[in-house]
């Protein structure tokens, strides 16, 4: 029981050590912003994708929109590219 009750006391200082460390977002950049915790992208940056994913994202360049593999960039965003 001894030796049960020690590795018990060690496991939460192991886990400790293989937590990832806690990091800070990193600041916005012209790719995306964070808001509530969530990283949000770009439509400038999923433009320069080359598709859609058709994860949803909120600023999807493409048309149709959120369709996985579409290519064909609205015209807005072809002006500012």
Sequence with gaps: MCVLAEVV???S???DVHKPPKRE???DTA??????GFCVFT????AKKG???GSGCRHCPYLPKHANGSMKLKKE???NL
């Design 13 to 15: 200082s192991v886990t």
């Design 25 to 27: 977002p990193q600041k």
């Design 31 to 36: 790719d995306f912003y964070w808001e509530d």
């Design 77 to 79: 965003v072809l002006k």
């Design 43 to 46: 439509e400038s940056y999923l």
């Design 51 to 53: 598709a859609c994913c």
């Design 9 to 11: 006391k060690n496991l």
